[in-house]
């Protein structure tokens, strides 16, 4: 059951006004509550329990906090505001106040991005305690080997006191000679040899997978975000949309890092 809220407060995150335009209409006379007019703006009421009209019309609580997938495109922060660049807010269909990404991918990052104002669920998933798995498709320069797979299963040195935590290599495949344009990036040419490969990762370090790489001699000319705990980045989402998670995404979610499975490296 939804905890109790300040009437004036459930119709302004409804969408119904800005607080003060609620209030008035409260005080006129134009809301009811269970069909009875009320005009204290303090009024608590049950979300759940009572039906709530505006000038006759249900007002349906809003949900408690927004969920959205985007597929990150390049060239844009995330950030809620940036003086300079274009952030990933400005692809998420809801102007709703509270709303920041959950995590940080570079500027030259692509791929999958939760965004939400669910402050607890966040700090859940960003916790290093947790380690939540990530998973990166990545085009990376020179011909990615076996000895490499092996370094990011030890972990590697990346500059910090300790070695990066276990990570799972997979090595798609190599292109040994030419130059052709990026299918990923238009425009961008890659020039071989380069490998392409699929890292996981249960750490969230600045620039970790960049990183990574460079610690074995390889250089991340493309960096693209498939998955984090049990979100995927759907096929059919493209660059730069934004849609609303599932219920049952929601609920993966929450459930993330409570099995013993979700925490290989415990
Ligand atoms: N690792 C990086 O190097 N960059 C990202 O954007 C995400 C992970």
Known sequence: MAKAVRLD??????GAGTRSEVKKFI???????????????EQKIEPDGETVTLFGEVIGAAAEFEYFLLHKPAGC???????????????VPSKRKGLF????????TEGLLLITDDGALAHELLSPKKHVAKTYFAKVSGIAAEDDVKAMER?????????TLPARMEILRTVQDGCAENPENAGEFLTAPYSEILLTICEGKFHQVKRMMEAV???VLYLKRISMGPLTLPDTLEKGQCRPLTEDEIMAL???GKTPEDKPYR
């Open 27 to 41: 005080q006129k006379g134009q809301v009811q509550i269970n069909g009875e007019t009320v005009r204290r703006p």
């Open 254 to 256: 929450k459930s993330t």
């Open 217 to 219: 001699g390889k250089k």
């Open 77 to 91: 922060v995330s950030a809620t505001e940036d003086a300079r660049d274009k952030t990933v807010m400005e692809y």
């Open 155 to 163: 972990g590697v040195d990346i500059g910090e006191e300790k070695l």
């Open 9 to 14: 407060k459930f119709l302004a995150d409804a």
């Open 101 to 108: 990404p959950v995590g940080r991918l570079d500027k030259d």
